[in-house]
Nanobody, 124 residues
Framework: QVQLVESGGGLVQAGGSLRLSCAAS????????MGWFRQTPGKEREFVAA????????YYADSVKGRFTISRDNAKNTVYLQMNSLKPEDTAVYYC?????????????????WGQGTQVTVSS
């Protein structure tokens, strides 16, 4: 099993920045692709960004492209999501996720492990 713990969420004004972190423990592997999803009440959990095991590939949802950056430090078993130019529509619970394969996926059902989520609130 792999445990994922997110941190770094909070309240920020529109235009501001936040950096989310996700620490992995347990049966971690540097060959896991990892990603971030987000969810608001009454809506499906949606893809935000993903990164391959060696950081050679990244992929972003169109809604965050150019504003968010995903990165990882395999020595620390940690993945990050730098969020800049935040908008009120970015308000959501953000979930860290990992999958046993190395391929980047946008389908949430292709991921095997999930964190408990961290709340991000952007005020207008």
């Amino acid at each position: 099993q792999v445990q994922l713990v997110e941190s770094g969420g909070g309240l920020v004004q529109a235009g501001g920045s936040l950096r989310l972190s996700c620490a992995a423990s347990g049966r971690t592997s540097s060959s896991n692709a990892m990603g971030w999803f987000r969810q608001t009440p009454g809506k499906e959990r949606e893809f935000v960004a993903a990164i391959s095991s060696g950081s050679e590939n990244t992929y972003y949802a169109d809604s965050v492209k150019g504003r968010f950056t995903i990165s990882r430090d395999n020595a620390k078993n940690t993945v990050y999501l730098q969020m800049n130019s935040l908008k009120p529509e970015d308000t959501a619970v953000y979930y860290c996720t990992a999958r046993r394969g190395n391929s980047i996926m946008v389908d949430r059902y292709r991921y095997d492990y999930w964190g408990q989520g961290t709340q991000v609130t952007v005020s207008s």
